[in-house]
């Protein structure tokens, strides 16, 4: 039997009597003889831990009409809009949205979630709050970057990992190789080969969609120039996932300046459910560009995009 230490135990009595059993703070704290405030402390470690799950069933009626509006507009299966909070970016919003569907997900059972990299997925990842789960995995998608400035995805598989108790698995690989031939031999490797495959079988894949030109995170991560960025623009590139580049159409640029170690977009077309994290404005041509793809089958998303998406 395993055993639970004495302040999670008094926490769980104190969450069952006060949710389980409805009495009130001060009846709560009457029964295990302690204060109202230590109650009041112990109801909100409850749920930090995840002991106590609070959901609202129903979305903001403008998230609501926002979500409807994407999904009739573009197709989509599903969407998810959370609303920017004074004080917060589009980043944290879509990040929380992301956060809430993983919940979602997880709180039904076994299942197994593969994870690309990105701010917004960072911030998702952090931002989950824990859960008790059963048979659940979480696998990279993407191989492991190392820069200061890129949420990479072994941080995001590692952080969903801790607060969901679940099995994780990494790519055992650089993000990007050096070159293709580089890039061959890893994905010719078993240990490599065998991660994407289970993750080519994930229940639902998540990725973020990064933006074409100066701004973007692989030009100030140093995987990529300048250069090397405007041939890509002059291709024709609006976005990338996964450092796979496409068109407004959803064609794919081709560019010898990126070799990720990564599912592909065939692989993503050929998953159950792919959910796009996005933030901002700044993003709708690459969003767009995404969908166009095919590989995209819901979005997680803040209100501005949203709008700017059904403008």
Sequence with gaps: MTEINPRRELTIRAAWLYH?????????????????????????????????RVTVTESLPESARLAEGLIERYGLEGATVELALEGETPRDAAGTAMARRLE???????????????????????????????????????????????APAVEVTNNLGLRYGAKVMHIPSPGFAPNAAVAANFYDSESVSTTLERARAADMTMVAVGVVGPESLLITAGYMTHAQMDEIIEAGAVGEVFGIYFDAEGNTVEQDALHPISLTLDDLRASRRVIAAVGGTDKTEAVKGAIATGAIHELAIDDSLARALLE
């Design 104 to 150: 979602h997900a997880v709180a039904a059972g076994s299942t197994t979630i593969a994870a690309g990299w990105g701010r917004t997925l960072g911030r998702a990842a952090q931002i989950a709050r824990s859960m008790h789960t059963s048979g659940v995995t979480i696998i990279d998608a993407f191989g492991h970057t190392t820069t200061p400035d890129i």
């Design 20 to 52: 389980e059993r409805a009495l009130n703070q001060q009846a709560v704290a009457d029964r295990l003889g302690v204060s109202r405030s230590t109650v009041s402390r112990l109801l909100a470690d409850a749920e930090r831990e995840g002991i106590v």
